[in-house]
């Protein structure tokens, strides 16, 4: 069995017979698309560019991107084209066979704009986000003395603006305070920069740095090198608990801020009028970004930037398979090294039966389409078609599919179905009286390992307490839930991954709102509603599973 | 099935006549199936409208989309309509609609006129089932439409218009209540067509959605 419906399949592979029937071989192009030509997005070009492929940028290319120092050498290389004045307009296809239509000329109010259509084997996005200044927040006017980050990185950079804080007001030097992490949560980014701009304060002869800072985040590589540097150089940090009382005075041609923080130890308020006062900045996602998304279909996180978090995937991937996300030196290198993975030579061999469509059941309703989390499906000659590289068997769409014409090619239908049966089979004799016969649809990430741990190390739990084992949770059908109460079932739990944990991204979350609906409608058939219940568990939480079997057998007796 | 009916062609010569370059777009879900509005028809009409448009140089592309009642399908034709100056759409009032959104800066035309929901009698000859009326009386009616086919959608008939089976507007218009009247005591449940049901809540008629239920939560989360 090949998936001929694929358009990237290229030949069948020769292997054994059995291993021959379940891989196929596809191709994948070995052209590359960073979007987002600033100092990562072109970090990671070199990077992709030296393992040999070539490699396409689009994007304005930031000042920062000098500070990346590849952009000459990749330029020799041949291997890197930079379009500037390019943005991507749609995408089609999926890993290995992106098909990409990219727009010239787009968003400069340009009357001609030219569309041409280019195949990629992988996409990597490098955001540009872009800074608000938190300055209210510290109830702050901007002038000449109280300046943004952005602002005071721009003036250690001009010779210009460098010659008048070292000169200060009286020619000896100048004193910097800058205030980070009372405004935000923080970010390692942001503590780098506060730090960086710190030490070249320091640096200066008679300047003096001072750090406010509330909430520092230092979790990534060179932070801590970074902090002692500056403090060896004499930068002077303050945590206190609550923000800074800030005074800033702007009457009467006075232009002046004092900070004051109470130190806990000595117990005195602790002033400073510094010549500069640097205030911290937020991130700002952007609609240039989240459009992005949308059109690569990829998810962002909470707060809207890319990608989505998720601890079942390695840093730098997306939701999408083929498609990468650098935020980082550390992403473009983890980008380069997965994406030679995915590349190789050319070909790649896959398992084929993942997840199949039936095509003389599909009627191309979009519904798999629309639910796949890692858009992984297509169509094509007028049937849906599952890419054997992008999928990643979590049985979402079979579940959703109002046809049931995809199977998984490890949990077909009739598979759970007689699983289902046997565990209610098996359940009814060992149960003993008294005790209700509960089914437990176990998601094999978490609830699964969770379910047989509790029953190694000894944890109690009925006789009449039955697993069925499933791919994700997102692939407990509501016809599955039916069936187990049909067989005979007291109970019914649907045990997923922690939200924010799913390995599909929201496999939980569909497993959730069926379970939602399925038990606003066993009243109306005349069962209690808390014969089935959701649960969330993570795989090391043995005790608490057979716990939550436990209560659930005691409410339902 | 959604059913259909190509316009008079001199109504559409008229529509197109002041364009140079028309993409005429075809649906292959309803209007395909009541032949009106699928890959033949838009060729027909499109060499109809050549012959028509000779001497002008009109000229006329075409594509036949998988449905245009689905923003994806149409997407399919992003990179194409920006050579054209309008777009003639053979599906129905929906998937005009729809096309219309996705392209809001193009003309967007109908090409051909939509009849109604019904059944296919043989090819090519359709027949009116379904009013949508959104509160189906079907169960008590012995699967007949009093909305669709009493010509005042009475829920409780027959009126005495009623005619030796046939409606007071016309000989050939059976009367929906003497076929439902028919068809229950066929069953042997006439006795049901005493049961008098509550009317319809016809201010429902105005532009409806439709969530099915255990999809409110995910349309939130989704679209939020």
Not at chain 1, 1 to 6: I, L, N, Y
Not at chain 1, 173 to 184: E, I, M, N, P
Not at chain 1, 322 to 338: E, P
Not at chain 2, 183 to 188: A, E, N, T, Y
């Amino acid at each position: 069995m090949t998936t001929d419906k694929c358009t990237n399949v290229t030949e069948k592979c020769a292997d054994t017979k059995e291993n021959c029937d379940n891989m196929v071989d596809i191709s994948i192009s070995k052209d590359v698309l960073v979007i987002g030509a600033g100092s990562f997005g072109l970090e990671a070009a070199g990077k992709i560019a030296a393992q040999g492929y070539s490699v396409s940028v689009i994007g304005v290319k930031t000042a920062c991107a000098r500070q990346s120092g590849c952009t000459s050498k990749m330029l020799e290389t041949g291997k890197v084209n930079i379009m500037q004045d390019v943005a991507i307009d749609s995408l089609a296809g999926v890993t290995g066979d992106f098909r990409a239509t990219l727009i010239k000329n787009a968003g400069n109010g340009a009357e001609y704009s030219e569309k041409v259509e280019k195949v990629f084997g992988a996409i990597v996005v490098a955001p540009q986000y872009s800074y608000s200044t938190l300055n209210k927040k510290y109830g702050l006017t901007l002038n000449d003395k109280v300046v943004s980050q952005s602002q005071f990185e721009a003036m250690i950079a001009d010779p210009e603006s460098q010659k008048k804080i070292l000169n200060g007001v009286n020619g000896n030097g100048s004193t910097v305070a800058f205030l980070t992490g009372f405004a935000q949560e923080g970010d390692p980014t942001s503590t780098s920069r506060v730090l960086t701009s710190a030490l070249a304060v320091q640096n200066m002869e008679n300047c003096n740095a001072y750090i406010y800072a509330g909430n520092v985040k230092v979790g990534a590589k060179g932070l801590e090198r970074l902090f002692t540097q500056g403090r060896h150089a004499g930068v002077v940090c303050f945590k206190p608990s609550q923000m800074p009382t800030i005074e800033q005075n702007l009457n009467d041609g006075v232009n002046t801020v004092k900070i004051t923080i109470k130190d806990p130890v000595v117990r005195t308020d602790v002033e400073l009028t510094p010549d500069y006062v640097v205030v911290e900045e937020a991130v700002v996602v952007g609609q240039q970004n989240l459009d992005i998304a949308s059109t690569l279909r990829i998810d962002t996180d909470l707060y809207g930037f890319l990608p989505s978090n998720n601890v079942h995937r390695f840093p730098a991937k997306s939701n999408r398979d083929g498609i990468f996300v650098v935020n980082n030196s550390l992403d473009a290198a983890n980008a380069a090294l997965k994406l030679k993975e995915l590349i190789g030579n050319g070909i790649k061999r896959v398992a084929a039966n993942k997840a199949k469509v039936d095509e003389d059941r599909c009627v191309i309703c979009l519904t798999c389409y629309r639910s796949c989390p890692h858009g992984a499906i297509f169509w094509q000659n007028g049937a849906a078609a599952i890419s054997p590289a992008a999928c990643q068997g979590c049985g979402i769409c079979a579940s959703e599919c109002p046809m049931d014409a995809i199977q998984l090619g490890d949990f077909t239908d009739d598979s759970l179905r007689t699983s289902i049966k046997d565990a209610v089979v098996s359940a009814k004799d060992n149960q003993k009286d008294g005790q209700p016969l509960i089914v437990a649809f176990c998601c094999k990430n978490s609830a699964l390992e969770a379910c047989e741990a509790a029953t190694k190390f000894g944890h109690e739990m009925p006789q009449g307490f039955r697993m069925v084992k499933v791919p994700c949770a997102g692939k407990v059908d509501v016809e599955f839930i039916m069936k187990a109460f049909v067989e005979g079932a007291d109970g019914v739990m649907v045990a997923a991954c922690h939200e924010g944990n799913c390995k599909a991204e929201r496999g939980n979350i569909y497993a959730k709102w069926r379970v939602n609906e399925i038990q606003k409608r066993l009243e109306k058939m005349g069962l209690e509603k808390n014969r089935l219940i959701f649960t969330t568990i993570a795989s090391n939480m043995a005790k608490e599973f057979a716990g939550k079997v436990n209560a659930f057998a005691a409410a339902i007796k | 099935m959604i059913v259909a009916e190509r316009k008079p062609f001199d109504e559409i010569r008229n529509m197109v006549s002041n364009y140079k370059k028309v993409l005429t777009v075809g649906c292959g879900t309803c209007v395909a199936v009541c032949l009106a509005g699928g890959s033949k028809e838009v060729e027909t009409l499109n060499a109809e409208l050549n012959l028509a448009f000779k001497k002008d140089g009109i000229e006329f592309g075409a594509e036949t989309l998988e449905r245009q009642c689905d923003m994806e399908f149409l997407a399919e034709l992003d990179n194409k309509v920006d050579q054209y100056d309008c777009l003639l759409s053979m599906a129905c009032g929906a998937g005009i609609q729809f096309l219309a959104e996705r392209f809001p800066n193009k003309p967007v035309l109908p090409a051909v006129n939509t009849s109604f929901i019904g059944v296919n009698l043989d090819v090519g000859w359709y027949e009116e089932k379904c009013r949508a009326c959104g509160q189906c009386v079907l169960a008590m009616t012995g699967g007949v439409c009093p909305v669709t086919m009493c010509a005042k959608s009475l829920f409780n008939g027959p009126c005495g218009g009623t005619n030796k089976t046939s409606c007071e507007i016309h000989t050939d218009q059976p009367c929906a209540w003497f076929k439902i009247y028919e068809r229950l005591s066929g069953q042997g449940r006439l006795a049901q067509i005493m049961t008098v049901s509550p009317p319809n809540d016809w201010s429902n008629q105005k532009p409806r959605k439709v969530i099915q239920p255990g999809y409110e939560e995910r349309i939130k989360a989704m679209h939020s």
